[in-house]
């Protein structure tokens, strides 16, 4: 096994570390008992260095721009999956056969009905509350209608745990959004596939017929399943975090809702139809790419960058083309798209961001997509939760099987006062 070796200059302590191979990408070093053997602790701010645990649900190559779900590139996924089978090939390792599928499929539809005491929740909140506020609440209180949860000891359990959380948290984001609206809420429709089922949430009334084209619930699966998970970002880790002090899977759940919120991470989607809408036409795009370039103005251009990839992000190329499909197909177009457009085409020939490697991420498609389809931009990060759901809870599974795991509880460097006594 290869060994890697540290020495601390100042104390003249030295260390062997093991470099342990990982099955893609690059080997880490396991730095148990570095503090003992070289008497300090390692500095890894906001953790771009560091492997918070083992994994083998997801791989990213971030400087070739590929992710893989379980091995299968997510290209090849997009093109020939629907989310519902992405579900089970991430829970379970493998894509389902055509009984497993059958199985699964039927199980999250009749899953879909939340208890009902959850739909008094939705009285206490003001009709302008933000639906990521409400969501979150909401999933709370689902897990102290399912305290069963808290116990799990087989593999069927977690399964059960897993796909009830799938399953109800489309009608709850629907029921977060009817709310918000004013509209009485509508039960999910059994006979129909997840994700028609969300749209005819969205968009049924008690009477009339609701309109939901093929090529909507295509799309929305897609943007499901390209957010179905991204390996340890903050939102996982956050989920990771909460799950390691034993807490209840579906609080864990929530913890990783309300980490995605913010816009760096999953708001941004939301930011990015904002930022377009603010910027207005055309004419302006110039005056905001020089904003966004002045290093004492904090304004960033939403949608462009990220951690990880340092090149084009994989599943914005995917949406990036189901935007152009669905030009073609539903006819979208709109100012907004045009302002993108322009955005895009400035960002990627400007040196300021070749020169950091800031490409589209995913998020500055799916908010004109999402908007295509009729969908407020106040549900956009709430849409991001749906596909999200099955990720965190893989992980959350994976990491609850594994007998190594450990509390979550990192060190720091402390820089505030030395001890002095109260005058
Ligand atoms: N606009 C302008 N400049 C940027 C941007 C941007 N969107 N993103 C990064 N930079 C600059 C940044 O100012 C810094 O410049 P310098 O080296 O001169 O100081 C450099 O690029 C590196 O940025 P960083 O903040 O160190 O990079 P990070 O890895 O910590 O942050 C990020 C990644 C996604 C938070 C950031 O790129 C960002 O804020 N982007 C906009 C928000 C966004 O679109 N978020 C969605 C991410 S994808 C969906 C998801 O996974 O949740």
Same mark, same amino acid.
């Given at each position: 096994?290869?060994?890697?070796?540290?020495?601390?200059?100042?104390?003249?302590?030295?260390?062997?570390?093991? &470099?342990?191979?990982?099955?893609?990408?690059?080997?880490?070093?396991?730095?148990?008992?570095?503090?003992?053997?070289?008497?300090?602790?390692?500095?890894?701010?906001?953790?771009?260095?560091?492997?918070?645990?083992?994994?083998?649900?997801?791989?990213? @190559?971030?400087?070739?721009?590929?992710? &893989?779900?379980?091995?299968?590139?997510?290209?090849?996924?997009?093109?020939?999956?629907?989310?519902?089978?992405?579900?089970?090939?991430?829970?379970?390792?493998?894509?389902?056969?055509?009984?497993?599928?059958?199985?699964?499929?039927? @199980?999250?539809?009749?899953?879909?009905?939340?208890?009902?005491?959850?739909?008094?929740? #939705?009285?206490? #909140?003001?009709?302008?509350?933000?639906?990521?506020?409400?969501?979150?609440?909401?999933?709370?209180?689902?897990?102290?209608?399912?305290?069963?949860?808290?116990?799990?000891?087989? @593999?069927?359990?977690?399964?059960?745990?897993?796909?009830?959380?799938?399953?109800?948290? +489309?009608?709850?984001?629907?029921?977060?959004?009817?709310?918000?609206?004013?509209?009485?809420?509508?039960?999910?429709?059994? @006979?129909?596939?997840?994700?028609?089922?969300?749209?005819?949430?969205?968009?049924? #009334? +008690?009477?009339?017929?609701?309109?939901?084209?093929?090529?909507?619930?295509?799309?929305?699966?897609?943007?499901?399943?390209?957010?179905?998970?991204?390996?340890?970002?903050?939102?996982?880790?956050?989920?990771?975090?909460?799950?390691?002090?034993?807490?209840?899977?579906?609080?864990?759940?929530?913890?990783?809702?309300?980490?995605?919120?913010?816009?760096?991470?999953?708001?941004?989607?939301?930011?990015?139809?904002?930022?377009?809408?603010?910027?207005?036409?055309?004419?302006?795009?110039?005056?905001?790419?020089?904003?966004?370039?002045? +290093?004492?103005?904090?304004?960033? &251009?939403?949608?462009?960058?990220?951690?990880?990839?340092?090149?084009?992000?994989?599943?914005?190329?995917?949406?990036?083309?189901?935007?152009?499909?669905?030009?073609?197909?539903?006819?979208?177009?709109?100012?907004?798209?045009?302002?993108?457009?322009?955005?895009?085409?400035?960002?990627?020939?400007?040196?300021?961001?070749?020169?950091?490697?800031?490409?589209?991420?995913?998020?500055?498609?799916?908010?004109?997509?999402?908007?295509?389809?009729?969908?407020?931009?106040?549900?956009?990060?709430?849409?991001?939760?749906?596909?999200?759901?099955?990720?965190?809870?893989?992980?959350?599974?994976?990491?609850?099987?594994?007998?190594?795991?450990?509390?979550?509880?990192?060190?720091?460097?402390?820089?505030?006062?030395?001890?002095?006594?109260?005058?």
């Amino acid at each position: 096994m290869a060994k890697f070796y540290v020495r601390n200059e100042k104390s003249q302590e030295s260390g062997e570390f093991e &470099l342990l191979e990982s099955t893609l990408g690059a080997p880490v070093v396991d730095i148990s008992g570095f503090k003992a053997k070289v008497g300090a602790y390692t500095y890894d701010n906001g953790f771009t260095e560091t492997a918070s645990c083992q994994s083998a649900i997801t791989y990213i @190559d971030g400087a070739k721009g590929e992710l &893989l779900y379980r091995g299968y590139p997510i290209e090849e996924l997009a093109e020939k999956k629907n989310y519902i089978e992405v579900c089970y090939l991430l829970l379970h390792g493998e894509l389902p056969n055509s009984d497993e599928y059958e199985s699964f499929e039927r @199980d999250i539809r009749t899953k879909s009905y939340p208890h009902e005491g959850i739909k008094y929740l #939705f009285r206490a #909140f003001p009709d302008n509350g933000h639906p990521m506020a409400i969501l979150s609440s909401a999933v709370s209180a689902l897990s102290a209608f399912h305290h069963q949860h808290l116990n799990i000891k087989d @593999d069927e359990e977690f399964m059960e745990m897993a796909r009830r959380i799938i399953a109800k948290i +489309p009608t709850i984001a629907a029921y977060t959004y009817r709310h918000s609206m004013g509209y009485p809420l509508i039960y999910p429709d059994m @006979d129909r596939y997840f994700t028609e089922n969300f749209l005819y949430m969205m968009r049924a #009334f +008690p009477t009339g017929k609701t309109q939901i084209r093929d090529v909507e619930v295509r799309a929305l699966d897609k943007i499901f399943m390209l957010h179905a998970d991204h390996e340890q970002n903050a939102s996982t880790t956050t989920v990771r975090a909460v799950g390691s002090t034993g807490a209840h899977p579906y609080a864990a759940v929530v913890a990783g809702i309300n980490a995605l919120w913010g816009r760096a991470h999953g708001g941004a989607n939301e930011s990015v139809i904002a930022q377009l809408q603010m910027i207005g036409s055309v004419e302006n795009v110039d005056k905001f790419i020089k904003k966004a370039k002045d +290093p004492n103005d904090p304004f960033r &251009l939403m949608g462009f960058g990220h951690r990880v990839y340092k090149n084009f992000d994989p599943r914005a190329r995917v949406l990036k083309k189901l935007r152009d499909e669905l030009r073609e197909t539903i006819g979208i177009s709109s100012k907004l798209i045009e302002i993108a457009d322009r955005v895009e085409e400035i960002a990627l020939n400007d040196e300021y961001f070749v020169k950091r490697n800031l490409y589209p991420n995913i998020d500055f498609y799916s908010g004109t997509i999402l908007e295509a389809l009729g969908i407020r931009k106040k549900m956009f990060t709430p849409i991001f939760v749906i596909g999200r759901t099955v990720g965190w809870i893989t992980h959350l599974i994976e990491q609850k099987k594994d007998p190594k795991q450990k509390i979550y509880r990192p060190r720091q460097r402390y820089i505030g006062k030395t001890k002095r006594s109260v005058p």
